[in-house]
């Protein structure tokens, strides 16, 4: 039973480079989110998934920033032109769709460490 | 004014100790509340999660909701070095994303 995998799991840019992120959801869940951790934050929200879906993208901070989910699967968050202040832990997270009455929890992956020099 | 507020400490404690973390809240919409434990180059894992006011207990751990006072509370009983790690408190609705606090480092020292 694999977790959410993310790849590469450290990413160094210069400024100005275009950067793709990858995201392994766990087989079978339906919803995907990424988030951005900034050094002694909490994760912050950016964009969610119901299967190919883009259901929520007001998390995004500029329109360098873009994710993709075309099968519903593996999902990619592409961040153009990189700048400082990009630098930060990207997490993916997955869970089933929420049942009647519940919430499904969501599974992280180790997220992707991206500096930007 | 973040939606979810949390002192980032550091709180450093003995082994045995109980700790207390805790987090505010502002939008009384959200009805999950959750503590992640985040240790250091991981991604958080999910420790407890209740939807209504009261206690939840599992193990050492106990969270505690007060909708009234927008209050949330995770206890630690007899604290291991193990335990040593970040705790996120979040809340949200039935679906879709979670609202982080900025994490308490916790230490626990032998």
């Known amino acids: 039973g694999a977790g959410v995998s993310q790849s590469p799991r450290y990413k160094v840019a210069k400024r100005g480079q275009d950067v793709a992120l990858r995201c392994d959801p766990i087989s079978g869940h339906v919803s995907l989110f990424w988030y951005q951790q900034a050094l002694g934050q909490g994760p912050e929200f950016l964009t969610y998934?119901?299967?190919?879906?883009?259901?929520?993208k007001s998390g995004l901070p500029s329109d360098r920033f873009f994710a993709e989910r075309p099968e519903g699967s593996v999902s990619t968050l592409k961040i153009q032109r990189t700048q400082q202040e990009d630098s930060a832990v990207y997490l993916c997270?997955?869970?089933?769709?929420?049942?009647?009455?519940?919430?499904?929890?969501?599974?992280f992956g180790p997220g992707t460490r991206l500096t930007v020099l | 004014q973040k939606e979810v507020e949390q002192d980032p400490g550091p709180l450093s404690v003995p082994e045995g100790a109980i700790v207390s973390l805790n987090c505010t809240y502002s939008?009384?919409?959200?009805?999950?509340f959750m503590w992640y434990r985040q240790y250091s180059r991981k991604g958080p894992e999910l420790l407890m999660y209740?939807?209504?006011?009261g206690n939840k207990e599992d193990g050492r751990f106990t969270a505690q909701v007060d909708k009234s006072s927008k209050y949330i509370s995770l206890f630690i009983r007899d604290s291991q070095p193990s335990d040593s790690a970040t705790y996120l408190c979040a809340n949200g609705g039935s679906q879709g994303n979670l609202i982080f606090g900025k994490g308490t480092k916790l230490s626990v020292k032998p």
């Open positions: 997270a997955s869970s089933l769709p929420p049942t009647s009455g519940s919430r499904d929890t969501q599974y």
């Open positions: 998934f119901q299967n190919e879906a883009q259901l929520d």
């Open positions: 209740t939807y209504s006011s």
């Open positions: 939008n009384s919409a959200f009805q999950y």
